[in-house]
């Protein structure tokens, strides 16, 4: 089978979970013997200056192309003009691409920068294509479903929040520029000390590029100006546009039933229906490492709590460490040992004795933190569509607690292998808190629980990339059996995907 992914493109032009599945599963499905390529948005040229697809390297051996001049790369940050993200490119360029490259099927990753016409090519030359949702970029413009005032947007079509939420955001020409100037590091990404000479350092380019993570910071007075000037309307057209793609898709797969139930939610609330199924996320560093530390409740008699990933509200990060402080004059027998960027952190107003900070992480530290580890806890407050790091943790037979708004609570057997916690579940993050310090025995019986889960392997992406064939055969079956305005392909003469340059 001939497999594209589309997705946002290596490190340093992309990064995080979604990056680590797609270029995971795609390597898998070569290794089974799978031809497969990749497509990402590419760099913006001069205005004006026409829209092709190119080659751009190769990722692991894997042929990677490139559509450039593609619409604005979000970064997480909001869409500040609507009208840029909905541009309208040429159909014929991208049934010809197709045409060329013949895949059998398209899955995408992430509606970033993606083309519709992309799609409506798809559906001229009779390809399926499915979409896993790793974000709600295309219902939110933030991607996470988090308001301005740090609360859950439970109403997407209200544009007049999401004017709000989007204000701050950056201009499209500063998204093309952080582009371009990305694609200048993934090019002296060999050369580390001319890449500091030509940036000035570290800082120069987190004023370039940004912080990912970055939160609202919107009080009453800065609201009630901006509605001054009611832009809703357009926020209204975006979310029909993106709404039109959604529709185009297969199938769309979900991480978890939290991703399932918020697009199921979504297409009711706009009186449609579609394809939704559930495969649970993985990547190929997931081993079954649950025998390979010696684990321990407790730590010189203190609980060893590990909170990974970004310090914000968003996250509930803050919360955390509000909870602990109140706690702290009925248990001291915990150490929370914080690992993730700290740099906008003033780490000087936190005790030291119960609060450290470890700062950036990888793959290849996590023997040492899951060895000094009781229990990883995840009290994000917006909807997580998965969490690696709680897949992470799970596989080196770490108890996980976590907020029910987090997708990887399909996973965890309640009060058997964690505790899940919030607002879906019968208690709070305190008394979770209370239940560890007070008996954190407990935590053993969670650890020999999941020491004894017989289904672990269907963790593992030697199984997942099964799943997601399944996926992809009923898909390509649907459209054997004939959809309505489909048209057959005829294909040129056979090429190499690589001969696009």
């Not at 649970?280 to 490492?289: C, G, Q, V």
Request: proline fraction near 4%; charged fraction near 20%; hydrophobic fraction near 35%.
């Amino acid at each position: 089978m001939r497999i594209l992914h589309y997705f946002l493109g290596p490190q340093p032009l992309h990064g995080g979970g979604l990056l680590k599945y797609a270029h995971d599963l795609a390597v898998e499905q070569r290794n089974q013997g799978h031809e497969v390529f990749l497509l990402m948005p590419g760099y913006h040229g001069f205005p004006g200056s026409r829209t092709r697809v190119a080659f751009f390297d190769h990722l692991d051996g894997l042929p990677v192309h490139q559509i450039v001049n593609p619409n604005p790369v979000s970064i997480g940050l909001g869409i500040r003009e609507p009208r840029a993200f909905m541009c309208e490119f040429n159909k014929k360029l991208f049934v010809d691409y197709l045409s060329l490259a013949r895949p059998d099927i398209i899955h995408v990753h992430s509606l970033i920068g993606l083309p519709k016409e992309l799609l409506v090519a798809a559906k001229v030359v009779n390809i399926p294509v499915v979409f896993t949702a790793h974000d709600y970029f295309g219902i939110c413009p933030t991607v996470n479903l988090w308001r301005y005032d740090n609360k859950i947007c439970n109403n997407p079509l209200d544009f007049r929040t999401c004017q709000v939420c989007n204000e701050r955001a950056p201009r499209a020409s500063y998204l093309k520029l952080v582009r371009n100037w990305a694609y200048v590091k993934y090019g002296l990404r060999r050369t580390p000390k001319i890449l500091k000479a030509l940036t000035g350092g570290a800082k120069f380019a987190r004023q370039i590029l940004g912080r990912s993570g970055k939160e609202h910071s919107t009080n009453a007075d800065i609201v009630n100006e901006m509605v001054k000037c009611d832009h809703s309307g357009h926020y209204a057209i975006l979310s029909d546009y993106y709404f039109s793609i959604l529709k185009m898709f297969d199938t769309i797969i979900c991480g978890s039933s939290v991703s399932l139930e918020t697009y199921e939610s979504y297409f009711a609330m706009r009186k449609e229906k579609a394809n939704i199924t559930v495969v649970p996320l993985t990547h190929m560093e997931i081993r079954d490492n649950r025998t390979r530390i010696d684990y321990r409740p407790l730590f010189d008699g203190r609980v060893h709590f590990a909170y990974m990933g970004y310090l914000n509200n968003i996250k509930g990060f803050f919360r955390l460490i509000e909870t602990f402080e109140n706690l702290k004059a009925l248990y001291d027998n915990w150490q929370l040992h914080i690992y993730g960027d700290y740099s906008g952190i003033n780490t000087s107003v936190y005790d030291r004795e119960h609060y450290f900070f470890h700062g950036k992480y990888s793959y290849k530290d996590l023997d040492g933190i899951f060895s000094n580890s009781s229990t990883l806890i995840v009290p994000s407050d917006c909807r997580e569509t998965y969490s690696f790091v709680a897949l992470e943790a799970f596989s080196y037979g770490i108890p996980v607690l976590l907020s029910s708004t987090v997708g990887f609570k399909d996973r965890i057997v309640n009060k058997k292998t964690g505790i899940v916690f919030g607002r879906d579940s019968e208690c709070d993050l305190r008394d979770v808190l209370i239940r560890v310090l007070s008996e954190p025995q407990t935590l053993v019986k969670f650890h020999e629980n999941i020491l004894a889960d017989k289904e672990f392997d269907d963790l593992l992406m030697s199984k997942h990339w099964g799943k997601m064939q399944q996926v992809y055969q009923e898909a390509l079956e649907s459209i054997t059996n004939g959809k309505e305005g489909m048209v057959a392909c005829v294909y040129p003469s056979p090429k190499s995907s690589t001969e696009l340059s």
